[in-house]
């Protein structure tokens, strides 16, 4: 008799826990309230539409989509715009106009059929004009190429509507009346979204269970040519895939956009970390696991937001519960998951991992042009360009570093990073609190500070980097959001209104235009702080300013400029006293009595 094993595997403990963890909030009232809320079950039907949709395009095409839920974002503006203006509002391109007009007053069918037909027209734009071409490229570059549409369609509408929310009119035979299921508490329209999103789940799942497109679709993930044998072109199914994915992405973001009475080109693209999450819990495969995963992360949501209010052990900052926690929950699961499975993305089989290698530059590129460039840069900085163009060539050469950083990864690792930034920002809070708070002299905080956002690289690198493929821009891409929200709009780090200082005892402080846009009894107390810096720290003020009397009022020296050359200088009283002097050199004289 063969033996029984009655070990699990590592995933299905996980399960486990996750599925004693929703037990147990549901066996305290009040947290079950909170869990069950339309708040929350909206919330997760929209995670599982963009969900969904990652999972259709993986299915059909391998693409990992990172810009699904930019997608949805693009389709609920599009059918907005559409409600409220009756304007069809289209990408910036040569010769084509900015928008279609159908008038005021656009129903709410035509709005959604319109803004469905922009949906299939936007799978077949990105089937045909960005996946297509990299058929045969490996999953890295296809994920990088959808980053790209993920900023070009965000790019798009923030472009045309600015970044501040975008008002939806309401669905028309669905209202916010109040609807008891059970324990459950919802709207009419949250309960309406939720039992669509279940409905097209259970779609999908039997059109890919028993019909011949999706048994097809299905052959062409283990190898293109069971596709081929069926009848089937993999290009062909790989384009209706991608249709299929941005129209049930659409109009499902359509439909929670309506119930949230706003869109913004923020909010629904970050929704792609939790929804990543649950088709990693789902296997990339299956639609049922997926969802159920999904409408969990997004149920959770107004539950952390209530423990933070209500629960006595939350972690807090100076009295208030610590941002982002909610944020937490996907990143963590996106590392279990990876480091528990081993194959959090199952392979395709029908390309290499790698990226093509890049061009080398000649020689004398490397020897002669690049150094020349680089030198005359420099000089052109120190002695020519305005402060505005230096400060922009120092932002360059930061952005080049990062640049750099990823390609060290991409290049060497085969994978591909998205939270550069993040890591920028953790090494740049640990050298502000390190100089600040503990004192530290230069360099030891900037070393420490690279230590640290190296050790985190690692930490969340290491279950990515055990197996191939994209992974570890996924565990990044959650990292960032996490870091965004969990550690940067925490004010005990980013030094709320004021920002972090990098340094508590400065040498020189420099004041710019102080008297500028102050009223007169704002900048008389000005003053007297001014004089406390310099007398109880030693620290050298530089004030630059047009208000002569203000500045010899205060200053020990002053130098007076004129057209950028330095006129007369000496100590601040005798210059007070030389009024000819003073008219005879600045042109505000007006100024010199106050």
């Given amino acids: 008799m063969t033996p029984v094993s009655l070990r699990w595997p590592a995933s299905r403990w996980l399960a486990a826990i996750v599925a004693l963890a929703v037990a147990a909030v549901l066996l305290s009232p009040d947290h079950r309230r909170v869990f069950l809320s339309g708040a929350g079950i909206a919330q997760g039907a929209l995670i599982a539409a963009v969900s969904l949709g990652v999972v259709l395009t993986f299915r059909g095409s391998g693409v990992v989509n990172l810009a699904n839920g930019t997608i949805a974002m693009y389709a609920a503006y599009v059918y907005a715009v559409l409600r409220s203006d009756g304007d069809l509002f289209l990408p910036p391109l040569p010769v ?4 279609v007009s159908f008038g005021p007053n656009m129903q709410f069918w035509p709005a959604l059929l319109l803004a469905l037909a922009v949906c299939v027209v936007l799978g077949l734009a990105l089937h045909f004009l960005v996946f297509r071409p990299l058929r045969n490229a490996p999953p890295l570059a296809k994920a990088i190429a959808s980053v790209g549409v993920f900023l070009l369609l965000q790019a798009i509408v923030i472009k045309r509507f600015g970044a501040t929310p975008r008002t939806v009119r309401p669905m028309s035979f669905v209202d916010k009346s109040r609807v008891e299921i059970g324990p459950a508490v919802m709207s009419q329209e949250q309960l309406f979204v939720a039992a669509l999103v279940i409905v097209v789940a259970i779609a999908l799942w039997a059109l890919f269970r028993f019909t011949r497109f999706g048994l097809a679709t299905r052959a062409a993930a283990e190898n293109e040519r ?7 072109s993999p290009d062909w199914l790989a384009g209706l895939n991608w249709v299929l994915s941005t129209t049930v992405t659409g109009l499902l973001g359509i439909f929670v956009a309506s119930i949230n009475s706003n869109v913004d080109p923020i909010v629904i693209p970050a929704l792609v970390v939790p929804a990543l999450t649950a088709a990693l819990a789902g296997g990339f495969r299956s639609f049922g696991v997926t969802t159920v995963a999904a409408f969990l992360l997004g149920m959770q949501l107004p539950l952390v937001q209530y423990l933070g209010v209500s629960a006595s052990w939350f972690p807090r900052v100076d009295g208030q519960a610590i941002p982002g926690v909610d944020t ?57 360009l305005s402060p505005v163009y230096r400060g922009a060539l ?13 390609v060290v990864v991409t290049g060497y690792v085969g994978q591909l990073a998205l939270a550069p930034m993040a890591f920028a920002g953790i090494g740049a ?77 400065p040498r020189a402080l420099m004041i710019d235009e102080m008297s500028l846009g102050l009223a007169p009894i704002v900048v008389e107390r000005i003053l007297p702080v001014i004089r406390a810096i310099v007398a109880d720290t030693g620290c050298g003020v530089l004030l630059v300013e047009q208000h002569v009397h203000l500045a010899l009022e205060v200053a020990d020296r002053a130098y007076v400029l004129a057209h950028g050359e330095l006129v007369t200088h000496g100590a601040a009283a005798d210059l007070a006293r030389d009024r000819a002097l003073l008219e005879s050199s600045y042109l505000g004289a007006a100024t010199l009595d106050g």
């Fill in 96 to 99: 084509v106009p900015n928008q």
């Fill in 226 to 232: 069971g596709a081929i044998v069926l009848g089937y």
């Fill in 394 to 406: 120092a932002n360059s050469l930061i952005a080049i570093v990062l640049c750099v950083s990823v």
């Fill in 429 to 505: 809070y640990v050298v502000a609190d390190l100089s600040t708070d503990r004192g530290w002299p230069f360099p030891f905080p900037l070393l420490v500070a690279a230590l640290v956002a190296a050790g985190i690289g690692v930490a969340v690198a290491v279950p990515a980097l055990r197996i191939s493929g994209v992974n570890l821009a996924i565990v990044t891409l959650a990292l960032g959001v996490a870091m965004d929200r969990f550690v940067f709009d925490n004010p005990k780090v980013n030094g709320g209104l004021m920002g972090a200082p990098v340094t508590s005892r």
């Fill in 328 to 384: 937490l929950v996907p990143l963590v699961l996106i590392i279990a998951l990876m480091f528990l499975r081993g194959n959090a993305l199952p392979g395709r089989g029908t390309v290499a991992a790698r990226l093509p290698s890049a061009p080398e530059p000649s020689r004398v590129s490397m020897a002669l042009v690049g150094p020349v460039v680089s030198a005359a840069t420099l000089l052109a900085a120190l002695f020519w």
